[in-house]
């Protein structure tokens, strides 16, 4: 039924990636029913934590070198860098939060629209643990061409922004990489968070950030990319919360008579090969 | 002797399950969707295969503890309002109540090619296929493949399945149908 047009329809015509499909990494074992909250030390020392923040004030200077040699070490840099953060998945989440990115709502550091690439995506999702102060990321960008750029140790950030604003990144995310039309960037990592990039106070932007922030109002943040030919950004958008856990949408009054709501095995053997998938039980963590 | 109310709010917190009280203090407001005029926002359901008709759909968020909201009513169906645009449209439902079926009962039975009509606030209707159907673990619950963003104009339905934990008052599973723009 085409013709549907408005402000929860794709602006992008990102029918034209349907063909693609989509493959998001499963959050695993998250146990909600169990309690959300419940916290479950996970041994990561403080060294494995340590940054090397003499390297953060590398990268602007990099920017008076070549653009093809500053592009080639800050790529280098910001990945190594990145590495540094990166911890194991924690047990456990206190907030999940999407972003769906898209290239109409890139502003300027004025706040003027600067429409980043036509018909690119990207898919943000975030876990965080703000008792650990650890987020873990799964990116995945569609149709992002052309080196990343930007002045910070990244390209892939999340910014302290209202929707239609600019604001300071927070957040610095090792670039999605990847062959073709899809880059994908998958990890965990923990605070104290940098960015390479020095705010108004002269500190850097990540310096004294907490992901408490983020909890406490997503909408006043946004996640996005930057590349050379769209430094302003190439897709953007702001996070929103989702549910964490299964949904509890019975009570079981029926539960009895009928031996359990499932997909009935004569419709099994009708749709088999034809979509249906049974997710088994033993992809349960612990 | 028990007032009316009193048996209302029984059935309610047996609906919420363990993990959400009775009547949570979610972003939610359980009431029917009305779109401010800058906006559009899905309002009604037709899923002609399996007889399912709601000319009102109920806004949900997040509960206090992080779940997803339910409808406080079983005869209704929900949509999780992430209050982010663009983005995929997710509708949840019961599978039952404490005394019998409730108003997703019937949605295991949908089949790829079936056809789920979504109404929106501006007056269009837009029809979804079904792509596929999925039994998921709630204690393996891949939150992002139900909730987050996906290229394109995806429609995802949630209801329950599975075995019935009578001591946790819950369902083990999640029955998750996905549909696309046809």
């Given at each position: 039924m085409p013709g549907r047009l408005g402000g929860r329809d794709d602006p992008l015509g990102a029918a034209a990636l349907s063909g693609t499909g989509y493959r998001h990494r499963a959050d695993r074992?998250?146990?909600?029913?169990?309690?959300?909250?419940a916290f479950v030390?996970?041994?990561?020392t403080d060294d494995r934590l340590r940054?090397?923040?003499?390297?953060?004030?590398t990268l602007p200077r990099l920017a008076a070198a070549t653009a093809a040699s500053a592009l080639t070490v800050a790529a280098t840099a910001g990945t190594a860098m990145a590495q540094e953060t990166e911890v194991p998945e924690p047990d456990t989440f206190t907030s999940m939060y999407t972003v769906m990115a898209t290239p109409d709502t890139v502003v300027d550091s004025d706040g003027g629209s600067a429409p980043g690439e036509p018909g690119a995506t990207g898919e943000f999702h975030f876990r965080i643990n703000s008792e650990q102060e650890i987020i873990c990321y799964d990116i995945t960008l569609r149709g992002v061409t052309g080196e990343y750029q930007s002045?910070?140790?990244?390209?892939t950030h999340v910014h302290?922004?209202?929707?239609?604003e600019p604001g300071p990144p927070r957040l610095a995310f090792p670039d999605p990489t990847g062959d073709g039309d899809v880059r994908t960037s998958s990890g965990c990592m923990q605070g104290?968070?940098?960015?390479g990039l020095e705010g108004d106070n002269g500190e850097?932007?990540?310096?004294?950030?907490?992901l408490s922030r983020i909890e406490a109002n997503p909408a006043g943040f946004t996640a996005d990319t930057h590349t050379a030919e769209y430094a302003a950004g190439t897709v953007r958008g702001q996070l929103s919360e989702v549910p964490m856990?299964?949904?509890?949408?019975?009570?079981?009054?029926?539960s009895h008579a009928a031996a359990?709501?499932?997909?009935g095995a004569a419709g099994l053997a009708a749709a088999a090969g034809a979509g249906v998938v049974l997710v088994r039980r033993s992809r349960a963590r612990g | 002797m028990l007032f009316p109310g009193a048996v209302v709010l029984l059935l309610l917190g047996a609906c919420a399950g363990p993990g959400v009280p009775g009547a949570p203090a979610g972003t939610?407001?359980?009431q029917p969707v009305v779109a401010r005029q800058d906006e559009v926002l899905p309002t009604s359901l037709r899923i002609p295969v399996i007889g399912v008709e709601q000319p009102e759909l109920l806004r949900l968020g997040v509960a206090e503890d992080g779940t997803a909201e339910v409808p406080q009513d079983f005869a209704r169906v929900g949509w999780?309002?992430?209050?982010?645009?663009?983005g995929p449209t997710v509708l949840l439902g019961h599978v039952d109540s404490r005394t019998g079926p409730a108003v997703?009962?019937?949605?295991?039975?949908l089949r790829p090619g079936d056809v789920i009509e979504v109404g929106y606030s501006d007056g269009t209707r837009q029809a979804y296929v079904v792509e596929r159907t999925r039994q998921l673990p709630k204690d393996a619950f891949p939150t992002f493949e139900v909730f987050g963003a996906a290229p394109g104009d995806v429609l995802r339905l949630v209801t329950c399945a599975g075995e019935f934990d009578d001591g946790a008052r819950s369902y083990v599973d999640n029955l998750v149908v996905d549909a696309r723009a046809g």
């Open positions: 074992g998250l146990g909600l029913n169990a309690g959300c909250g030390e996970s041994g990561i940054k090397d923040s003499e390297m953060r004030r002045p910070a140790k990244t390209a302290e922004a209202n929707v239609g104290p968070f940098t960015t850097d932007t990540g310096t004294g950030f907490s856990g299964g949904v509890e949408t019975g009570a079981g009054g029926a359990g709501y499932a997909i | 939610g407001s359980q999780f309002d992430s209050g982010a645009t663009p997703f009962v019937d949605l295991r039975d």
